[in-house]
């Protein structure tokens, strides 16, 4: 059992950055991929971006590549995701999951455990 809980959301103007945590409990988080995801309002979750177990392998939805940057430190049982260039259509519930699976990591229904998301806030 992963417990996950997100970190770091807040309001922000356009162009602005941000950093999400999500820290997790347990002594096995170096065994699962972490990703995140979002989910505006009205609208489906999505994928954002992905780390692979040990961190060597990152995957990045074509709205985050070269803005935002996912990261862990396994030590700390945490995976970040730092956000730069923040548009209004960034704003989000933005939530991280768990998953012990090595593929198809841009698909939600892949990951076994979510946080309870934290909002992202991008006024123009």
């Known amino acids: 059992q992963v417990q996950l809980v997100e970190s770091g959301g807040g309001l922000v103007t356009a162009g602005g950055s941000l950093r999400l945590s999500c820290a997790a409990s347990g002594r096995t988080f170096s065994r699962y991929a972490m990703g995140w995801f979002r989910q505006a309002l009205g609208k489906e979750r999505e994928f954002v971006a992905a780390?692979?177990?040990?961190?060597?392998?990152?995957w990045y939805s074509d709205s985050a590549k070269g803005r935002f940057t996912i990261s862990r430190d396994n030590a700390k049982n945490t995976v970040y995701l730092q956000m730069s260039s923040l548009k209004p259509e960034d704003m989000a519930v933005y939530y991280c999951?768990?998953?012990?699976?090595?593929?198809?990591?841009?698909?939600?229904?892949?990951?076994?455990?979510w946080g309870q998301g934290t909002q992202v806030t991008v006024s123009s």
């Open positions: 999951g768990a998953t012990l699976k090595r593929s198809r990591l841009l698909i939600g229904t892949e990951y076994d455990y």
């Open positions: 780390v692979s177990s040990t961190g060597a392998s990152t």
